[in-house]
């Protein structure tokens, strides 16, 4: 069982990591989530939005209304400065927490 | 053509934000729903199908409604509470204590008005500057948005504060004097101990500085409404 912490870090890491190729709304931003991870982190609608909220009351991202070319109007997410400033220390952890991990797993394989 | 906007204003009635922020939570959460369904129509999904699996995204609308009024006001309370009544209340403390050294420093002693046990602490000219300090901590709180409960928290701050001080201590002291091995006072020293610096140093500051508080409160209720201030600050986003 993956505890809380764990999943909401990695939920705010791919959403602050897709939001750096630039602006998004949350529909378009769970596809994005899903497809670059080939569906192993799928968000669905009721886990998004409270969490883009509470990102957005951190100010790690920011969002307002855009009218797309169909002339629907949506609400897009992008990075503010304190979300890229939040990113590459969150990328960095994450990275050493999986590389532990994966010597943990090599050394119980050995 | 799915009314995506109605189904969720209905389930997301009882979400307990400012109308204009709901409205936007409202719409966004029908958006979501209306292009998951699109893209199901899209992938040769029946309708009937494509609406169940949109929906099926949010088991608990009650337990999302909650969620999010969490994640939308948690940091709008805290920013709210340091606003209305932590600024305002230490600014209160600060300048209560820099006036009594400023005072003592003058050569300004303090009167005691009684002999033995029933001796209590005055401090006349602290206690008359004191109600000043106490309006302006209703001031504060109260351009910020403060209730009258805030803004009276907010003046009488400082005696708030040494009260916590002297609950913490006096255990302390017990404590201390037990250990070392020290004559521990009896209850009767500390009840006077308590009644006269408790009203020396609490229930008179307390007093002056409420009287300062409710004064406020009274000029400003006369004056244009404060609350207008405080909407503009509320509906700021992120």
């Given at each position: 069982m993956i505890g809380s912490g764990i999943k909401?870090?990695?939920?705010?890491?791919?959403?602050?990591?897709?939001?750096?190729?630039?602006?998004?709304?949350?529909?378009?931003?769970?596809?994005?989530?899903?497809q670059q991870t080939n569906g192993a982190l799928r968000f669905t609608l009721a886990a998004l939005y409270p969490m883009l909220y509470r990102m957005e009351q951190q100010r790690w991202?920011?969002?307002?209304?855009?009218?797309?070319?169909?002339?629907r109007k949506r609400r897009c997410y992008r990075l503010?400065?304190?979300?890229?400033?939040?990113?590459?220390?969150?990328?960095?952890?994450w990275a050493e927490l999986f590389d532990a991990l994966q010597r943990l797993t090599k050394a119980a394989h050995a | 053509m799915h009314n995506w906007e109605e189904l969720v204003r209905q389930r997301l009635a009882g979400l307990d934000l400012d109308a204009a922020e709901k409205e936007e939570v409202q719409a966004e959460v029908a958006a979501h729903l209306e292009e998951?369904?699109?893209?199901?129509?899209?992938?040769?999904?029946?309708?009937?199908?494509?609406v169940q699996r949109a929906l099926s995204q949010v088991t608990n609308w009650r337990d999302?409604?909650?969620?999010?009024f969490i994640a939308k006001r948690k940091g709008h309370f805290m920013k709210k509470r340091v606003y209305q009544l932590w600024i305002p209340g230490f600014l209160t403390l600060i300048?209560?204590?820099?006036?009594?050294?400023?005072?003592?420093?003058?050569?300004?002693?303090?009167?005691?008005?009684?002999?033995?046990?029933n001796a209590i602490l005055f401090y006349v000219p602290w206690l008359a500057g004191l109600p000043f300090f106490g309006a302006l901590g209703a001031y504060l709180s109260s351009r910020a948005g403060g209730s009258r409960g805030t803004m009276v928290l907010a003046s009488?701050?400082?005696v708030l504060a040494l009260a916590g001080a002297f609950l913490l201590l006096f255990p302390i002291d017990v404590v201390v004097k037990w250990i070392i091995g020290s004559?521990?006072?009896?209850?009767?020293?500390?009840?006077?101990?308590?009644?006269?610096?408790?009203?020396?140093?609490?229930?008179?500051?307390?007093?002056?500085l409420l009287a300062g508080g409710l004064l406020g409160q009274l000029l400003l209720s006369r004056g244009p409404s404060s609350q207008h201030t405080a909407i503009g600050s509320e509906t700021t986003h992120a």
């Amino acid at each position: 069982m993956i505890g809380s912490g764990i999943k909401r870090g990695t939920a705010e890491l791919a959403v602050l990591s897709v939001l750096q190729d630039g602006p998004l709304h949350g529909y378009e931003l769970a596809r994005r989530i899903e497809q670059q991870t080939n569906g192993a982190l799928r968000f669905t609608l009721a886990a998004l939005y409270p969490m883009l909220y509470r990102m957005e009351q951190q100010r790690w991202i920011r969002g307002s209304w855009e009218t797309s070319a169909n002339g629907r109007k949506r609400r897009c997410y992008r990075l503010t400065p304190a979300g890229k400033k939040k990113l590459s220390p969150l990328q960095r952890e994450w990275a050493e927490l999986f590389d532990a991990l994966q010597r943990l797993t090599k050394a119980a394989h050995a | 053509m799915h009314n995506w906007e109605e189904l969720v204003r209905q389930r997301l009635a009882g979400l307990d934000l400012d109308a204009a922020e709901k409205e936007e939570v409202q719409a966004e959460v029908a958006a979501h729903l209306e292009e998951s369904y699109e893209a199901l129509l899209k992938e040769g999904v029946t309708e009937p199908a494509a609406v169940q699996r949109a929906l099926s995204q949010v088991t608990n609308w009650r337990d999302l409604q909650r969620r999010i009024f969490i994640a939308k006001r948690k940091g709008h309370f805290m920013k709210k509470r340091v606003y209305q009544l932590w600024i305002p209340g230490f600014l209160t403390l600060i300048l209560s204590v820099v006036l009594q050294m400023m005072l003592q420093r003058l050569g300004f002693r303090v009167r005691i008005v009684g002999s033995g046990p029933n001796a209590i602490l005055f401090y006349v000219p602290w206690l008359a500057g004191l109600p000043f300090f106490g309006a302006l901590g209703a001031y504060l709180s109260s351009r910020a948005g403060g209730s009258r409960g805030t803004m009276v928290l907010a003046s009488v701050f400082p005696v708030l504060a040494l009260a916590g001080a002297f609950l913490l201590l006096f255990p302390i002291d017990v404590v201390v004097k037990w250990i070392i091995g020290s004559k521990v006072d009896s209850f009767a020293i500390v009840a006077t101990t308590i009644l006269r610096d408790g009203t020396g140093w609490l229930l008179l500051p307390g007093a002056s500085l409420l009287a300062g508080g409710l004064l406020g409160q009274l000029l400003l209720s006369r004056g244009p409404s404060s609350q207008h201030t405080a909407i503009g600050s509320e509906t700021t986003h992120a």
